[in-house]
């Protein structure tokens, strides 16, 4: 063989060797520049532990261009990412589109036990047609800060049903208002996006109501939906104990800054918030609680549930990699981390009664009977459209331009034919 031939493909063996060796796994990561920065710090941690080199892919803060990038990828059947975070309400989209792999070979060898997490959360949404095909990486669900300095002067509790809560805020709105005129007593996301939705599903939920039944049917427009529907709107037009921009400009930074400057009684929003308003710069520093969101009368309390989780993609080429690096993310000790540092909800159920966690973060009883009632939005490959629906209507009921009954009609009609598309497919 000539000489000059065989040095050639000697170099081309060793150089597809040389690529084969330096392929990486890669997971795609976003969120803030903060939050990335300390993943890449995880990460490298266990690159040491387990010499798996790994490429961290930066996505956008944004959240919807992050699903859309995944998307992309996803639906081109590429290799890169081999995995990757997710929001709660993309994971069925994923699962139903076959994207995601089953991991419950892999738990099972390797001993993960998923006892350790929230049973609510992985049994309705990271299990699609029987199959494991995600583990949350943090938990989230909305609950109710209260001003408990206010509270103890006028002599009550924090509200266990929605009765009490109007009780209350009429009262301490009426005396309060003396001295600071833009005091409310009642400050909630009513906005037309993403979190009226979740705020509506809170109040239907704890009336007896739901966005679908027990076999997926959709039902919007039922009696205990419009109930709450109309309880919404009274809160700013009948009641008066919420602002109305409510539902023009109330997202849930608009809400905690106003509940933060001490013009609120009660907050509804999630557990970010409860860092930011015991800052050190914080008017309500000192004097804040939080609580489960109040319930009907004789109904149940009920906290919308969010969060991310992690999965595999079914066309990675490093699976048993992605599986190291997922069980590492969802591992007790690491999710200790992340509540310390990030302020993340662990997704594990056993991390709420560590001795550590419950002297550096008191309020993790409580988050983790929030977390324990969380219900999912509608588990639905098409739930943004769904939602998209909702939004429209729902603000429209808030704003007065429709009656609650109508929008829910309207709404269910056009929900309906979304979901005959879809069965068609």
């Known amino acids: 063989m000539n000489k000059i031939l065989l040095f050639v493909l000697v170099v081309g063996l060793l150089t597809v060797q040389g690529c084969k060796k330096e392929k990486r796994l890669t997971i795609a ?18 690159e040491k532990e387990t010499g798996i080199h790994v490429v961290l892919r930066r996505q956008p803060t944004d959240t919807d261009q992050r699903r859309q990038e995944l998307v992309i990828a996803l639906k081109a059947r590429e290799r890169d990412p081999d995995l990757f ?11 139903a589109s076959g994207w995601l792999e089953p991991l419950d070979d892999y ?3 390797s001993g993960v036990e998923l006892s350790s997490f929230f049973r609510g959360v992985v049994e309705n949404v990271d299990r699609y047609d029987g199959k494991l095909i995600a ?25 266990s049903t929605w009765d009490e809560l109007v009780r209350q805020a009429r009262k301490i709105q009426k005396e309060v208002r003396k001295k600071n005129p833009s005091f409310y ?54 009641y008066r104990i919420s602002p109305p921009n409510t539902y023009t400009e109330m997202r849930e930074e608009e809400v905690r800054l106003f509940f933060q400057r001490g013009d609120a009684l009660f907050e509804r929003n999630w557990p970010y918030a409860w860092k930011l308003h015991q800052a050190d710069d914080s008017p309500v520093r000192g004097k804040v609680g939080m609580s489960l969101l109040p319930s009907s009368t004789g109904g149940r309390h009920v906290s919308t549930l969010g969060g991310w989780h992690v999965g595999i993609s079914r066309f990675a080429d490093r699976k048993k990699e992605a599986w190291e690096l997922l069980k590492f993310l969802v591992s007790k000790e690491i999710q200790k981390r992340l509540l310390f540092d990030l302020g993340w909800n662990p997704g594990r159920r ?25 219900i999912p939005r509608p588990v639905l490959p098409f739930y943004t459209r769904i939602s998209e629906i909702l939004q429209k209507y729902l603000n429209s009921a808030l704003s007065g331009d429709m009656e609650p009954d109508d929008a829910l009609k309207s709404a269910q009609k056009e929900a309906e034919v979304v979901f005959s598309l879809y069965e068609k497919r």
């Not at 997710?86 to 699962?95: E, H, K, N, S, Y």
């Not at 990486?137 to 002067?153: A, I, M, S």
């Not at 009336?207 to 039902?219: A, F, N, P, Q």
């Open 29 to 46: 990561v976003g969120g803030a520049p903060s939050e990335v920065e300390y993943l890449e710090r995880l990460i490298g941690e266990f």
């Open 85 to 95: 975070l997710m929001d709660v309400i993309w994971v069925p989209q994923f699962a």
């Open 107 to 109: 738990a099972r060898e």
């Open 135 to 159: 583990l949350p990486l943090y938990v989230d669900g909305g609950l109710l800060y209260y001003r408990k300095d206010l509270l103890e002067k006028f002599g009550f509790s924090p509200p």
């Open 185 to 238: 007593g009642f400050v909630w996301q009513g906005a037309q996006y993403e979190g009226l939705v979740c705020n509506f599903l809170e109040f239907a939920a704890s009336m007896g109501g739901g966005l679908t039944d027990s076999l997926g049917r959709l039902t919007i427009d039922r009696p205990e939906n419009i109930r709450a529907l109309q309880f919404m709107r009274d809160l700013i037009n009948r």
């Open 350 to 374: 056993d991390v709420y009664g560590d001795p550590e966690v419950l002297k550096e973060v008191p309020q993790a009883a409580v988050l983790q009977s929030i977390f324990e009632k969380a």
